[in-house]
């Protein structure tokens, strides 16, 4: 059902894409965003704030943050007027805090078509409990290839693909501790 709604976003259904969403449940909602300073215009595909608290252990209630993701799934962001065939994602934005800056730079200075921030950490879930070794994480995209996140590369991909008939570039943002 997410692959449809991914399917839908890249190909710029807008309506279908609300269809899809409101027919799956998905807490995902459309945005579009005009950026003033640019002048270019995005589309989001965005998942919704719950209500929960986070009170950070503290009685003080300034430092207390409202609005968390059930889902986790990650921001989507499409140009539908770059033709340029170039995908920019961050698959752990959580653990490689600039990556999501340099990505964004990037991906306006090249025009990109399509760029995707994954929404967990890849420490977040396990299948057993936390383990010391990322290699069994179930919310890294990069380690597992049936991820939600992947879903909607694999959309991105086959809409360069079919579109303009060659292969996407795909640039991936990383970076590393201090001390890497």
Not at 51 to 71: I, K, P, R
Not at 80 to 101: A, E, Q, T
Not at 142 to 166: C, K, L, M, T, W
Request: hydrophobic content about 35%; some cysteine; glycine content about 6%.
């Amino acid at each position: 059902a997410w692959r449809l709604v991914t399917d839908a976003f890249c190909a710029g259904d807008m309506a279908l894409v609300d269809t899809l969403l409101i027919r799956y449940n998905f807490p995902y909602k459309q945005v579009i965003f005009d950026d003033l300073d640019s002048g270019r215009e995005y589309h989001m595909l965005r998942e919704n704030l719950n209500d929960d608290l986070d009170d950070n252990y503290s009685a003080e209630t300034w430092d207390d943050q409202v609005g968390s993701f059930d889902y986790g799934w990650g921001l989507y962001i499409r140009d539908p007027g770059s033709v340029r065939n170039i995908l920019v994602n961050c698959p752990h934005p959580k653990d490689d805090f600039p990556s999501v800056i340099m990505a964004l730079e990037g991906f306006e200075k090249w025009n990109g078509r399509y760029f995707f921030i994954a929404g967990a950490g890849r420490e977040t879930s396990y299948p057993y409990g936390y383990m010391p070794n990322n290699n069994y994480s179930v919310s890294d995209p990069s380690r597992v290839e049936e991820h939600p996140f992947n879903e909607a590369y694999q959309s991105a991909a086959d809409q360069i693909r079919v579109e303009q008939g060659r292969m996407e570039l795909s640039i991936q943002i990383h970076s590393y501790d201090w001390n890497s």
